[in-house]
Nanobody, 123 residues
């Protein structure tokens, strides 16, 4: 059994920062990348950021580029998403996923998913 557990979500004011974490546990499996996706009410799940596990190469959606940083800790099988200058439109459930063999930003290529963590940006 593979488990991905997200943490770090919460309520934050616009302009502030938040760091999400995602840890993999369970049986060993191969993955190309870990990614972060989000889903706002009434919208489809969309790609946010991903990191290639072999060398840490990051890839971002345009709407977070420049204000977010994805990183990883190989020893802990954990990925982090630091989000700065948060906006109202960043409000969503954030999911982490492992896989990525079809491309870092392609949602269909991720096989294992966490349960999600709520991020709410509100004043």
């Amino acid at each position: 059994q593979v488990q991905l557990v997200e943490s770090g979500g919460g309520l934050v004011q616009p302009g502030n920062s938040l760091r999400l974490s995602c840890a993999i546990s369970g049986r060993t499996f191969s993955f190309y990348a870990m990614g972060w996706f989000r889903q706002a009410p009434g919208k489809e799940r969309e790609f946010v950021a991903a990191i290639r596990w072999s060398d840490g190469f990051p890839y971002y959606a345009h709407f977070v580029a420049g204000r977010s940083t994805i990183s990883r800790d190989n020893a802990k099988n954990t990925t982090y998403l630091q989000m700065n200058s948060l906006k109202f439109e960043d409000t969503a459930v954030y999911y982490c996923a492992a896989g990525g063999f079809q491309g870092l930003g392609k949602i269909d290529g991720y096989d294992h998913w966490g349960q999600g963590t709520q991020v709410t940006v509100s004043s």
